[in-house]
């Protein structure tokens, strides 16, 4: 069965600072990943995502994650995070074919303070 | 384009009621899924549609949850009777054809607490 592990519950950094959250999945086949985001008060939103080609993915906001399959990772990373970074970020996987769910992991709480 | 529809936004119940859930996904997706999201934790499948057949249920409690897509476009999630467990928000998302590396596309949840 398909899981998802992140590594941090809650994460507190100062505006400016480099984000990076940790994702590791765990799959015995080809997969897909995502990187969803809840702001406060709205509902989740694809931030990234990555199904083939290139492993490093770039999304919105300034965001990207890098694939890497030996470790089963797909960390999720921002240079400078700014205070609308405020967010829950939830990272999630299926299957590469076919037509499967998404199995997210617990979520990541980001707070960014001036 | 209009985002996937939920309501009603929030609900509170005793145990042992029963409640429903709506949701109208984004005009010609073709996949319905439902989401439980308990407190702490990322959402977790309950059951997905494809058109208006039932593609995944194998983690929906189904001696008290049930869930239609009739005619394939809106679908309705009933749980009855409730248990406190089942206070969570519970999220509908859909996406085009339901290929493993499309978008779903998530609506903005009802969150249910049962007293």
């Known amino acids: 069965a398909q899981s998802v592990s992140q590594h941090n519950h809650h994460v507190i950094l100062s505006e400016a600072a480099s984000l990076e959250l940790g994702c590791n999945y765990s799959?015995?086949?080809?997969?897909?990943l995502f990187w969803y985001v809840q702001y406060p008060g709205q509902h989740l939103q694809l931030l990234l995502k990555?199904?083939?080609?290139?492993?490093l993915v770039k999304g919105i906001k300034g965001f990207e994650a890098e694939f890497i399959k030996s470790k089963f990772s797909f960390n999720l990373r921002k240079p400078s995070v700014q205070w609308s970074d405020t967010a829950e970020y939830f990272c999630a996987v299926n299957a590469f074919r076919g037509n499967t769910p998404l199995v997210f992991g617990k979520g990541t709480r980001l707070s960014v303070i001036a | 384009e209009a985002g996937v529809a939920q309501s009603p936004r929030y609900k509170i119940i005793e145990k042992r009621q029963s409640v429903a859930f709506w949701c109208n996904p984004i005009?010609?997706?073709?996949?319905l899924y439902w989401y439980q999201q308990i407190l702490g934790q990322g959402p977790k499948l309950l059951i997905q549609?494809?058109?208006?057949?039932?593609?995944?249920d194998s983690q929906l409690p189904k001696d008290r949850f049930s869930a239609e897509r009739l005619k394939g476009v809106d679908s309705t999630l009933k749980i009855q009777p409730a248990k406190l467990e089942d206070s969570a928000v519970y999220l509908c998302a859909s996406s085009s054809t339901g290929g493993g590396g499309e978008t779903q596309y998530f609506g903005p949840g009802t969150r249910l607490l049962v007293l």
């Open positions: 549609f494809q058109n208006n057949g039932v593609v995944d």
């Open positions: 990555y199904f083939s080609g290139d492993p």
């Open positions: 799959y015995g086949g080809t997969v897909n």
């Open positions: 005009s010609g997706h073709a996949t």
